[in-house]
Nanobody
Framework: QVQLVGSGGGLVQPGGSLRLSCAAS????????MGWYRQAPGKEREWVAG???????NYADSVKGRFTVSRDSALDIMFLHMDSLKPEDTAIYYC?????????WGQGIQVTVSS
C-alpha cells in the first residue's frame, strides 16, 4: 500500500507564496496521473490542478496563473507551487495519484491565507 505524505502548508499573508510537497512512501513503478484538490470550511472538495503522466498540466480557473504543479517522477514527489495567495485559497489541500488499478490520497495539508 502506497502512502502519500504531504508537507509545506502553514499560515501566509495575502500575496505570499507556499510550496506544497507530496511524497510517495515507496516507488510507484507504474504510470499515473497526479492531482491536487482542496476543501475549504463548509464547502465540498474541489479539484485545483493536475498533471498527466505525459506531462500536461491543467488548472482550475480560480488558480490559473498563480499555481504551478510539477513532479519529480524519479522520486515520485509532487509539488504545488502557489503564488499570489488569497484568503479564499484557505483550505485543506490533498494530493492524489491515479493509475491503472490504483488511486491514492494524501492526508491533507492545511493552508491558511490571512493577515
Amino acid at each position: 500500500q502506497v502512502q502519500l505524505v504531504g508537507s509545506g502548508g502553514g499560515l501566509v499573508q495575502p500575496g505570499g507564496s507556499l510550496r506544497l510537497s507530496c511524497a510517495a512512501s515507496t516507488t510507484i513503478g507504474r504510470p499515473y496521473d497526479m492531482g491536487w484538490y482542496r476543501q475549504a470550511p463548509g464547502k465540498e472538495r474541489e479539484w485545483v490542478a493536475g498533471r498527466t503522466g505525459g506531462g500536461r498540466s491543467n488548472y482550475a480557473d480560480s488558480v490559473k496563473g498563480r499555481f504551478t504543479v510539477s513532479r519529480d517522477s524519479a522520486l515520485d514527489i509532487m509539488f504545488l507551487h502557489m503564488d499570489s495567495l488569497k484568503p479564499e485559497d484557505t483550505a485543506i489541500y490533498y494530493c492524489n495519484i491515479v493509475g491503472l488499478g490504483f488511486n491514492y490520497w494524501g492526508q491533507g495539508i492545511q493552508v491558511t491565507v490571512s493577515s
